[in-house]
Structures are given as C-alpha cells and as structure tokens.
C-alpha cells in the first residue's frame, strides 16, 4: 500500500509524456502551410474565355486577416460577344490563414455591411463542381450611391484541413478553439458577381461561371482539405 501513491504517480507522468508527444506545436504546421500557399498562388489568371488581372489587400485587411496566401483576381469576359460590356467582371477571392480564428471577423455578412452594404438575401447553396460537392452560400447585398442602386452577389464558402468544404464559419470557430487544429488554419473563397451578373434573375448564368473559374481550383481545394503535416 505504501507503493501505491508514488506508483499512481509515475504511472500518470508517464502517461502525459506519452500523450504530449502527440501534441502539435505551430512549427509543425509550417510543411502545411508552405504547400498552401504554393497551390494557391498557382490558380491562373487566365481561365478560358476570362482573362484576370491581379489586385491586393487593404493594409486593414492584411492586419485583420494575417493571411500565409491571398490571391484577389478580376477576370474580364473576353468574348467578343459581350465585350463592350464592361459590368461583365468576376472577382475570385482565396485567403488562407495560419490560424482559423483570424478569419471569424472576414466573411461576407461581416465585410460589406462594414463597407456599406445592406444584406438582402442569403440562402445556403450546393454546387457540384466536375464532381465535387461545393456546400456554401449565396449573399446578396445592396446599397445606394447617388440615386442608384449598387449590387453584388457572392458566393462564399469555407476549406479547413481535415474536416474538407464547409458552407458557413460555425465550423470555423469550433476549429479556432480546438487546440489540435487551430494552427491548421483556415481557407475562404469567395466568387462576387456585380452589375447584371448580381441581379436574382441571373442564378444559373452565376452558376456555370462559378463552375468555370473553380474547376481550375479543385486542385487547391483539395491541398487545403488534407491538411497532412510532413516531415
């Protein structure tokens, strides 16, 4: 009986050396995030028919988001068609964070009421992508400037390593408390459609433009979901 406390003791140090050995430190995210943003700044700025020009963040952005990769991507309709139709711009926007809880303050409901927006629609969506389930949302927003009324309609959704697509930020907060996961980080990506393209009558053309720009990104979308930490 005397044995039986230094025993229970050693036995639990012994027990919580084994266990912090499976725990992660930041350091070893670092492979992960490396090959993230190496995928991410290999999305094209030409895909088909839409050519792209690059743009950046606000330095408000960068402090808020603390981004490891970015990539902010007007494409331009280039057929002759519809060419003299400047409304005709897609903007593709991929933030990918170090940890998950910078992105709980940088989604759409958050950002366009900040920029005078006022949310006017919002309703979960379903995409199928060449095969790949895309759940996420589509939000509409509006606001006047001089007499006129300004629209944009995004379509947002959300990548975190090991859980795959999520539609909304509830999965990013859990993952910003799990002490596991929150170095992982976090991904979003968002389509934002203006002009004709934002108008409710316009869903199914939104739609096979949202197909075309990210198929060339379902590559990326899966290095962001798997989330394997190498040596």
Known sequence: MLLTGPFLATAMLVGMSFENRHYRSEDDFESFHARAAVAINSIPVVIGHWMGKEGSLRPEEVNLLKPNAYRCITYWDTRASVLTDLSRTVNLLIAQCKRASYMENHWPPKCYPAMGYMLVGEK??????????????EYQFERRDRGR????????????????????????????EDYQQRYY??????????????????????????TELITPCLGVIRTLSEGVIQP
């Not at 975190?160 to 907060?173: N, R, T, V, W």
């Open 124 to 137: 979960q969506r379903r995409w199928n992508v060449s095969g790949t389930r895309i759940d996420g949302y």
């Open 149 to 176: 009324i300004i629209r944009q309609t995004v379509y947002n959704f959300m990548v975190l390593p090991e859980k795959g697509i999520c539609p909304d930020m509830k999965a990013i907060s859990v993952s910003a």
């Open 185 to 210: 980080g976090a991904a979003q990506i968002q389509v934002v459609f203006a002009g004709a393209l934002a108008d409710s009558k316009a869903r199914d053309e939104r739609d096979n433009i949202f």
